[in-house]
């Protein structure tokens, strides 16, 4: 029995992607790159009033232009259901029907009305001119507080009002906070500070568009979705519920997709009508969505107000945190918006210790597009509240923010698996050392002397530093807890191991990446435990025909849930290698030793390589008595906790405090996401979400005007940052396995997100402090940093 | 229809055009060059980005019939006897890529602009870049390649 020798360990080091050859070479599948023979192209007729009643449509010029083949308005174009919402938060929630396209009126500019097929793409566009439909304008409401007045226009007749519902955490959470803050706040020796923060609605902008490619065997009633998905397992099921064709005659294909960041975790509209189209025409169809048309027909994120409360001792010690959300959820409720507010629910505490915690939301309709899941979803936005309100609570108690910040933090000594005062439990961290790590990185009392030392200057140019010390919940999640929230599906994932008969291994994961890496990190984990070569694992996913079960990519749960799947799935495999191998070796299991691909009967050198046992698994010719041939296993991963990364970010600023503008002068990151399989892709996972972190907090901002028009409505008019607007980023780590799972990994896709923005504007206000500014609302652009502090001096 | 012959990666491709076929899309879609992505409607994303007679240009605001006579280079055309060009290698080893949608049109504004500045400092190579968008790398790893190519 030969011994095949492997010399280093692949797990935990950076190995270069096997995603990129194809990417680097103009190679890859992206949806718009695919095309099949006989394809139509498909159009969306759109409103173009936020709230607009349809009197009529008028389809005969469109269906008379040549190379026209079909028009349809919501009347004609049948569905078994509507569109999917996954996530009723409670019984009060108020779920209108989302028909794909709209029957009655229209409820956000961008509505899809009407539908046309063409020969070609360009004839599509024509045809949509072409479509002439009667429209009764309505008074429009694009503010989340106006929209709750009782004069305010309503988005959805049937419910007599915007509100789509409140979630309480005394009442709907299947774990008790801690204590009621009333108390804490009646305390007359407590301080307590109230700050209300407006977060700004936006528009994910993943470089690919999205888009759907419909195949169709019409004789067999078979049909092939292929689209620009991080959830083609869900989108399959949800098409099923939606077109009423069984799963087992649907197959979704997630091929290359050119990022996600949530706004491809969707059931859209043109999923269904594309595949509804490829079924009536008997056609296959294509439709591309266009950037400007994607601003309105896309997901949008975050929009909220949020009203945060603190009470502490006034030597520091907080006591008390009191929230309450009202959050836009555009004019349908999508995917799981309704739980958006809420998956920061155990959050707003951030990583402190407190005795009592309060939070509740509000969902409501508007008339603009609908929001769900943007990176971070819920967390972010828990983030920011509390650390923004750390530093106003360190400016009240004239405290150091980070003395402030160490006072309160949870001690290493906690954990692991500490319950938080919001309920949950948090399974590691060490709070102090990742902020430790951050401020020596910084060299934080040189920034502090040096600030001091301009400002007695008078330099112009006002210098401030800004700290988010953050934790999140994430790698989504324990089913138990879904399922006492209401959520529509479970949270494993699966995975499947199996050898080939000549040694290669062929890994198929439930979870869908779209640029995260997940294909190089899963083959490193395979290849380290079975003990194979990197290069002879092939990891595939995105197909529901190749991979039938999973629950996909969002919420930082590829490697949290996907790759832990697969090492559970490696277990099963190297048990039963270890049954085979005792059998070929004839001596007992237990005098086994694996290491490196080998089973060594201890004290020996006689092994056998796991390469050699698949291929005899496979030959079958000589197995233990009632042994199935094959060397593979499947696992269904249900992950016991969610995963609680965390970390300490430091933003340094220079603020012209006469243009207002702010030019990020340093970008710290310090990350804590336990045992990182590859550090070069956890590095590129930060810097990605801190981009669009530092995005989010100084250019982005989805503006409508009064009457519901989207203003910042193209990529010229929405500031997407390039490479000058962005500064180098300073990222380092620190390691607190996960005692959640063997290999001790926490995900981290969402972490620069969630971490970055309270940096920043802390970092502004920091400052603008010395000229009496204590807040900046986000986006903080140059004209809103001048408006406060023309404001704050006169 | 207007019929066109652009010398694309070094070769002679003759097609019948619309007047108002975009460049990109004649690549894409009657050259069958999808390399080139697109990921804007307003000239705003780079990810078109392909070289127009050796210079790069934004391929969905150059109309086909504009390349008449002309060469083009695309993501495709830049290996040479199937080594990958140098600044493809560098957005790999790294890690200047994740999605990769971006990649092609980042990679040729990155090769044009090394050719106009062989010793960018940092600075200069996000100025240079300035028209390609990318979502998902916040840029420090593509000056970190640029770089790598530019110190090679
Ligand atoms: S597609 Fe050409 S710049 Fe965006
Ligand atoms: S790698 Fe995804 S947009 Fe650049």
Redesign the interface.
Known sequence: MSVTERTSKVIGT?Q??K??????????R?V??ITVPGMLWVGLVRSPFAHARINGIDVAKARELPGVVAVYTGDELEFAAPLFMAWPINDEVKNPPHHPLTKDKARYAGDPVAVVVAES??LAKDAIELVDVDWEQLPAVTDIRAALEPDAPIVHEEFGTNNAGSWILERDSPVPRRGPTAPFFDDPQLVKIKQEYRLARLIP?????RGVVVDVNAPMGEYTVYSATQIPHILRTTLTITCGIPEAKLRVVAP????G?GSKLEIYPEDAICLALARKLGRPVKWIE???EGYLATLHGREMIQEIELAATRDGVLKAVRVNLTASMGAYLRLVAPGIPMLGAWLYHGCYECDAYDFQYTNVFTNNTFTDAYRGAGRPEATYAIERSMDALARELGMDPVELRRKNFIAKDKFPNYTIASGLTVDSADYHGTLDKCLEVLDYDALRAEQKARRERGDRKLLGVGFSTWNEMCGLAPTRVLAALNYGAGGWDAATIEFMPTGTVRVVTGVSP????SVTVFAQVVADQLGVDYDDVEVLHGDTQVSPLGMDTYGSRGVAVGSVALHRAGEKIIAKARTLAAHELECAEEDLEFEGGNFTVKGTDRSANIKGLAFNSWTAHNLPDGMEPGLGATELYDPPNFSWPNGAHCCVVEVDPDTGSVDTVRYIAVDDCGVQLNP??V??QV??????GIAEALFEEARYDDEGNLVTG???TYL?P???E?P??EVHDTVTPSPTNAMGVKGIGEA?TIAAPPAVINAIVDALSPLGVKNVERPATPERVWRAIQEARS | MRSIAITVNGVRRELDV?P?QLLV?AL??QLG??????????T??G?CTVHLDGESVKSCTVLAVQADGREVT???G??SNGD?HEM?RA???N?A????????GM?MAATSLLKEHPDPS??E???G???????????????KAVQAVAGA
């Open positions: 950076s270069l992607r995603e990129d050859a194809e990417l680097i070479t103009g190679r890859a992206f718009d790159n793409r360009a902008n993943a470089i690919e568009p290359d997709v050119g990022g960041f266009e950037r400007s779209h640029g995260q890496g070069m892709l590095e590129g810097h990605g979400g801190v981009a669009q193209t990529m010229t997407v390039g490479p000058p962005l180098p980023f620069g | 619309e108002r899309y894409r879609e060059l999808t390399g080139t992505n697109v990921g804007c409607d307003t705003t994303c990810a695309t993501i495709e830049l290996q990958l493809q957005f790999h080893e890690h890529l994740q999605c990769g949608y971006c990649t092609p990679i940092d600075e190579i996000r100025y870049l300035e028209g390609n968008l990318c979502r998902c790398t916040g840029y420090h790893n593509i000056v």
